[in-house]
């Protein structure tokens, strides 16, 4: 397994082709949008170039990263020799769907297909192809070239093979893969996305202010990072649409996401991608304050 495919320039996306193509492999990072693509790019380099100045990589590999990777807005020829296709697109079914329909018809036949998706049905993606046994899932963390883990998911055909080659494969970014079944929000997200809610709740009901509920959490559980402000890291969307994925493929209540998610979503408050969310973000600084809307 050498050429792998990436599709989806965003966060995700140029996270993943990062460290496929630091680690050798050559990778074709696909997005329709050319200055996706650009700014994917540009990502990279001040990713690699903070790197460098850690000294955790040398000039040299900075240089080959970068010679492995090339950029495509044309999904056949981005396609063209994959072994591995790692879907990183938007969270949204039909999108993902649609996305898999058509790398299934212009893949190699022999190409793994695979998504980032954090919550999405493996089995529901897998169907939607002509090859569900090669379909799974490869769930990084964010940030992509820091994180360690990355959750397989097996959907309901996916063969022990394709499922063994993508643990080896992760283990050979230097990543520890955990494997899971194919239910809603699978592990990472079934757990996380509650806890978060709940944390969202306590604002919505005046139950402690936002820094409190955040400071609780590190220093009484030792999590690097409040609820809120990951919600905010995360994206309010993407919270609140996972918790729909759970809410409604598990048909419990407690899944339900907190009226206060849905109206800051709403509103167009989805924390760090838009400037505020619980807390407010300014260009060049990483200070942190709360929002005004929670003083």
Do not use: W
């Not at 990713?47 to 955790?56: E, M």
């Not at 994959?82 to 879907?87: H, K, R, S």
């Not at 529901?124 to 090669?134: D, G, Y």
């Not at 239910?183 to 969202?200: Q, V, W």
């Amino acid at each position: 397994m050498k050429n792998i495919s990436v599709i989806g320039a965003g966060t995700m996306g140029n996270g993943i082709a990062h460290v496929f193509a630091q680690r050798g492999f050559l990778v074709s990072l696909i997005d329709l949008n050319q200055s996706a693509l650009s700014r994917a790019k540009e990502t990279i380099i001040k990713n690699l170039d903070r790197q460098v100045a850690k000294n955790v990589i040398s000039d040299q590999l900075k240089d080959s990263t970068l010679s492995n990777l090339s950029l495509h807005t044309d999904l056949k020829s981005g396609l063209l020799k994959a072994d591995l296709v790692i879907e990183a697109a938007t969270e949204t079914e039909s999108v993902k769907l649609e996305i898999f329909r058509q790398i299934d018809e212009l893949a190699p036949v022999s190409a793994i297909l695979a998504s980032n998706t954090s919550s999405i049905s493996i089995t529901k993606i897998a169907a939607s192809t002509k090859r569900p046994q090669a379909v799974i899932g490869m769930h990084f963390m964010n940030p992509v070239p820091v994180m360690k883990l990355v959750e397989v998911i097996n959907g309901y055909a996916t063969s022990k093979d394709v499922c063994d080659t993508i643990v080896e494969l992760a283990r050979k970014l230097d990543k520890i893969p955990c494997v899971v079944k194919d239910y809603p929000g699978f592990i990472a997200n079934r757990i996380l996305m509650p806890m978060i809610n709940e944390a969202i709740c306590s604002i919505h009901e005046g139950i402690a202010s936002v820094s409190d509920v955040d400071s609780i959490m590190k220093l009484g559980m030792a999590h690097p990072m409040g609820p809120l402000q990951l919600a905010d890291f995360i994206g309010l969307d993407t919270c609140r649409s996972i918790l729909e994925v759970l809410h409604s493929g598990f048909g419990n209540p407690k899944y339900a996401p907190c009226p206060l998610l849905i109206n800051m979503v709403n509103a167009g408050y989805l924390g760090v991608k838009s400037g505020e969310g619980f807390y407010k973000y300014s260009a060049g600084t990483k200070e942190l304050s709360v929002s005004s809307r929670f003083v």
